[in-house]
């Protein structure tokens, strides 16, 4: 079936550094994309959603970007702190569902 | 407002069991979803509920299933458990229909002996 992948498993930055997570995605009919972050132990965390018909959205210190053409979805993550150490999810929804299919996710590491 | 809540948080089942979750949405939430998240599949998507109506199912076999309460609470089953039924369950609500922002909660780790 269609999938969500990333392209990073892994990704470690020093503390006050950007950080991007990139998120490849094959479906076509997908219109809303969503990113969560999951600390160990607990559930995801919404942290910014963007639908189709923009290409850009910011929230507070992180940025997603939306390029439907390669369908390629980032998180930018600005000054990343400790407390960012988490593994980051993309997800993503058809417009007729309510079905989220995730990534694999990326293990970002902040270093002090 | 209180977020998600899973209940129990841990579980330990052997082989043949079955076992029940639940888990009560945000106030106001009426879109319940159910996922399971293992190291090798990642989080795959069990089913969903809405208005005590299974609107959505994941390719899970009939092992799973799920039903969801006029006060919008659900619980999932899973019947004659499995090693490979060993996972964390996480239950997500939303708003609506669940085409809005899922949030989710802590989930319930079930461990199968």
């Known amino acids: 079936g269609e999938s969500v992948g990333l392209h990073l498993p892994t990704l470690s930055v020093q503390e006050g550094d950007n950080s991007i997570i990139n998120c490849a995605y094959s479906?076509?009919?997908?219109?809303?994309f969503i990113w969560y972050k999951q600390e160990s132990g607990k559930g995801p965390q919404f942290i910014i959603d963007?639908?189709?018909?923009?290409d850009k959205r910011q929230g507070q210190r992180v940025t997603v970007l939306l390029n439907k053409t390669v369908k390629h979805l980032s998180l930018q993550i600005a000054a990343t702190q400790p407390g960012d150490s988490a593994v980051y999810f993309c997800?993503?929804?058809?417009?007729?569902?309510?079905?989220?299919?995730f990534g694999e996710g990326t293990q970002l590491t902040v270093n002090p | 407002k209180a977020g998600v809540t899973q209940t129990p948080r841990y579980l330990i089942k052997t082989r043949g069991q079955q076992v029940t979750l639940s888990c009560s949405p945000i106030?106001?939430?009426?879109?319940v979803s159910w996922y399971q998240q293992t190291p090798g599949q990642g989080l795959q998507f069990l089913f969903e509920?809405?208005?005590?109506?299974?609107?959505n199912k994941g390719n899970f076999p009939g092992r799973f299933s799920g039903r969801q309460f006029s006060n919008s609470r659900s619980e999932m089953n899973v019947s004659t458990l499995e090693l490979g039924d060993s996972a964390l369950y996480l239950c997500?609500?939303?708003?609506?229909?669940?085409?809005?922002?899922?949030?989710f909660g802590p989930g319930t780790r079930l461990t199968v002996l």
């Open positions: 997800a993503e929804r058809e417009t007729s569902g309510s079905r989220l299919t």
């Open positions: 509920y809405f208005s005590e109506t299974q609107r």
């Open positions: 479906n076509s009919a997908s219109d809303y």
């Open positions: 106030s106001g939430h009426r879109s």
């Open positions: 963007i639908r189709s018909n923009m």
């Open positions: 997500a609500s939303s708003l609506a229909d669940g085409t809005d922002t899922q949030y």
